[in-house]
């Protein structure tokens, strides 16, 4: 373990041991945090980084797991989240904790608002808002409903909220996953920024190139272990030795190797205008035509907001906006596809973007998420049959690799990647014709991206189209045969594998010009 700096330690984490029915999470971890600096904690989904986080914030009270955590130079026992954020930790969980009807203000203050005479002192809410706003950068009114304002503007709302509770040891579970370039290195200048006046933070992220931008040092855990902890500047840290320490081995290329086999178009959108759901006069897209061919992976690029997602869910079924014209031809005939229902039985699957609200019915156990979508396949006469139904899901719980006990165990227990894997497999056992990927490796580690990557290589090589939406322009660029660019609801160009780079896919991103 490499010494970063002198500066006297926050936080010390002593063989923690954490279990759940059936599997071990954490066995004998150890985390030495130093005042002052960013520390990240680095691994595979399901290594165990969160629940080390919950561990550490009260979630997982004292009593639950075995270990020691010595904060400020004395053993804690903290049995809830209270009582961690009473000594100065806050944790910021990926599933941001705002309730989206309520005002910024009164999000920043709820269960912790002032009072005067036993009554909440409004005034004073307001005037500590507005301050703690300014502090974060951001220039809202405190009075602005949280529903009104994007996740980047959220995320800025949660660390406002931490700093309302005098904040020591800032946790922040996957902060920039969902957001967009802009608003990911606002947030990071904002955490040099609390650096720079003595508040430590500790952050989970599967960005290796942010990490590698603001952290001190990394603890890299492996299959609930601490493999190690690097000094950033002093070990000469870069992606590569991150990724070595995480998987254990070197990723000698970040996407497989993938000779495509393309076969003729199958699947074409033509004049395909749509409107907000509920602005009458706003187009969310306007006039789109694309084409994919058999074997081909097409790629979407377009910055937030574009209008990609919206595009997607249109098609699927019209299951976004109100469709006010255009035509969809698969196979040579035009098809109509007005439900979901009809999408897939006509051969379509969809990947959400979010995939605990719109991909998950997360009360559900992974073999009854595994068939949803296709009952037929293991169903007589109405009626599922549970041994298919297992056997289902078994095979795709193996072909994946899906980290889990056994496929009853709930989706909800699932990290990230898995989740993700669980989802794929919804779609798989569909067969689509064409499956539409929309971030399909958002908040998924390095290694779990390389397999999913393979995933999706494998189905373009059965013949299949593929669609992926990603606002990360490196892997769309290392994926993708075709990539369209989107911008304000239009298609404003497509590229080639051979022609495409970083530089020629932003002018078409930020151009108003209509593909020819």
């Given at each position: 373990?490499?010494?970063?700096?002198?500066?006297?330690?926050?936080?010390?984490?002593?063989?923690?041991?954490?279990?759940?029915?059936?599997?071990?999470?954490?066995?004998?971890?150890?985390?030495?945090?130093?005042?002052?600096?960013?520390?990240?904690?680095?691994?595979?989904?399901?290594?165990?980084?969160?629940?080390?986080?919950?561990?550490?914030?009260?979630?997982?009270?004292?009593?639950?797991?075995?270990?020691?955590?010595?904060?400020?130079n004395?053993?804690?026992?903290?049995?809830?989240?209270?009582?961690?954020?009473?000594?100065?930790?806050?944790?910021?969980?990926?599933?941001?904790?705002?309730?989206?009807?309520?005002?910024?203000?009164?999000?920043?203050?709820?269960?912790?608002?002032?009072?005067?005479?036993?009554?909440?002192?409004?005034?004073?809410?307001?005037?500590?808002?507005?301050?703690?706003?300014?502090?974060?950068?951001?220039?809202?009114?405190?009075?602005?409903?949280i529903?009104?304002?994007?996740?980047?503007?959220?995320?800025?709302?949660?660390?406002?909220?931490?700093?309302?509770?005098?904040?020591?040891?800032?946790?922040?579970?996957?902060?920039?996953?969902?957001?967009?370039?802009?608003d990911?290195?606002?947030?990071?200048?904002?955490?040099?920024?609390?650096?720079?006046?003595?508040?430590?933070?500790?952050?989970?992220?599967h960005?290796?190139?942010?990490?590698?931008?603001?952290?001190?040092?990394?603890?890299?855990?492996?299959?609930?272990?601490?493999?190690?902890?690097?000094?950033?500047?002093?070990?000469?840290?870069?992606?590569?030795?991150?990724?070595?320490?995480?998987?254990?081995?070197?990723?000698?290329?970040?996407?497989?190797?993938?000779?495509?086999?393309?076969?003729?178009?199958?699947?074409?959108?033509?004049?395909?205008?749509?409107?907000?759901?509920?602005?009458?006069?706003?187009?969310?897209?306007?006039?789109?035509?694309?084409?994919?061919r058999?074997?081909?992976?097409?790629?979407?690029?377009?910055?937030?907001?574009?209008?990609?997602?919206?595009?997607?869910?249109?098609?699927?079924?019209?299951?976004?906006?109100?469709?006010?014209?255009?035509?969809?031809?698969?196979?040579?005939?035009?098809?109509?596809?007005?439900?979901?229902?009809?999408?897939?039985?006509?051969?379509?699957?969809?990947?959400?973007?979010?995939?605990?609200?719109?991909?998950?019915?997360?009360?559900?156990?992974?073999?009854?998420?595994?068939?949803?979508?296709?009952?037929?396949?293991?169903s007589?006469h109405?009626?599922?049959?549970?041994?298919?139904?297992?056997?289902?899901?078994?095979?795709?719980?193996?072909?994946l690799?899906?980290k889990?006990?056994?496929?009853?165990?709930?989706?909800?227990?699932?990290?990230?990647?898995?989740?993700?894997?669980?989802?794929?497999?919804?779609?798989?056992?569909?067969?689509?014709?064409?499956?539409?990927l929309?971030?399909?490796?958002?908040?998924?580690?390095?290694?779990?991206?390389?397999?999913?990557?393979?995933?999706?290589?494998?189905?373009?090589?059965?013949?299949?189209?593929?669609i992926?939406?990603?606002?990360?322009?490196?892997?769309l660029?290392?994926?993708?045969?075709?990539?369209?660019?989107?911008?304000?609801?239009?298609?404003?160009?497509?590229?080639?594998?051979?022609?495409?780079?970083?530089?020629?896919?932003?002018?078409?991103?930020?151009?108003?010009?209509?593909?020819?």
């Amino acid at each position: 373990m490499s010494e970063t700096t002198t500066a006297p330690t926050i936080l010390e984490m002593r063989s923690i041991t954490k279990e759940f029915p059936g599997v071990k999470a954490l066995s004998e971890v150890n985390l030495l945090v130093k005042v002052g600096e960013v520390h990240a904690i680095c691994g595979e989904n399901g290594a165990g980084k969160s629940t080390l986080m919950k561990v550490l914030s009260g979630v997982y009270p004292f009593g639950s797991y075995q270990g020691d955590i010595v904060y400020q130079n004395e053993v804690q026992q903290f049995r809830d989240i209270r009582a961690s954020e009473a000594a100065g930790i806050v944790i910021i969980h990926q599933e941001l904790a705002l309730i989206p009807e309520l005002s910024i203000m009164e999000n920043i203050f709820l269960g912790n608002e002032p009072t005067r005479f036993g009554v909440i002192n409004w005034a004073e809410a307001r005037r500590r808002s507005i301050d703690l706003l300014a502090r974060v950068g951001l220039a809202e009114d405190p009075d602005t409903p949280i529903k009104e304002i994007g996740v980047g503007k959220q995320q800025l709302v949660e660390i406002a909220k931490a700093l309302n509770k005098s904040v020591k040891l800032l946790i922040l579970d996957e902060p920039t996953a969902a957001l967009n370039e802009n608003d990911s290195q606002h947030l990071l200048d904002l955490l040099l920024g609390l650096k720079g006046k003595g508040i430590t933070s500790i952050m989970i992220s599967h960005k290796l190139n942010e990490i590698e931008q603001i952290s001190d040092s990394i603890t890299i855990i492996r299959d609930g272990k601490s493999i190690e902890t690097l000094d950033v500047k002093g070990d000469g840290v870069d992606e590569d030795r991150i990724i070595r320490g995480m998987v254990g081995r070197s990723l000698e290329s970040r996407f497989p190797d993938h000779t495509p086999a393309i076969g003729e178009t199958f699947f074409e959108v033509k004049d395909w205008t749509v409107a907000h759901p509920q602005v009458e006069d706003r187009m969310v897209c306007k006039g789109s035509e694309f084409f994919v061919r058999r074997g081909e992976i097409v790629g979407f690029a377009g910055l937030m907001g574009a209008g990609r997602t919206e595009l997607a869910r249109s098609l699927f079924g019209r299951s976004y906006g109100r469709y006010i014209s255009g035509h969809i031809i698969k196979d040579g005939k035009e098809i109509t596809l007005k439900t979901v229902r009809q999408a897939i039985d006509h051969g379509l699957g969809y990947v959400t973007e979010d995939r605990k609200a719109l991909g998950l019915n997360l009360l559900d156990d992974i073999k009854t998420t595994t068939v949803a979508a296709n009952l037929k396949g293991v169903s007589k006469h109405f009626v599922v049959n549970e041994d298919q139904e297992f056997q289902v899901a078994e095979d795709y719980r193996k072909s994946l690799r899906t980290k889990t006990p056994t496929v009853e165990e709930g989706v909800a227990k699932l990290s990230g990647g898995n989740q993700q894997k669980v989802v794929l497999a919804k779609w798989m056992f569909t067969d689509p014709d064409l499956l539409i990927l929309d971030e399909p490796t958002r908040g998924i580690d390095v290694g779990a991206k390389y397999e999913i990557y393979g995933i999706i290589q494998k189905l373009a090589a059965q013949g299949k189209g593929v669609i992926v939406i990603s606002s990360e322009l490196p892997e769309l660029l290392g994926l993708s045969d075709r990539i369209y660019t989107i911008f304000e609801g239009s298609i404003t160009g497509v590229l080639d594998k051979a022609e495409a780079d970083q530089e020629n896919l932003m002018k078409l991103m930020t151009a108003k010009r209509q593909a020819a």
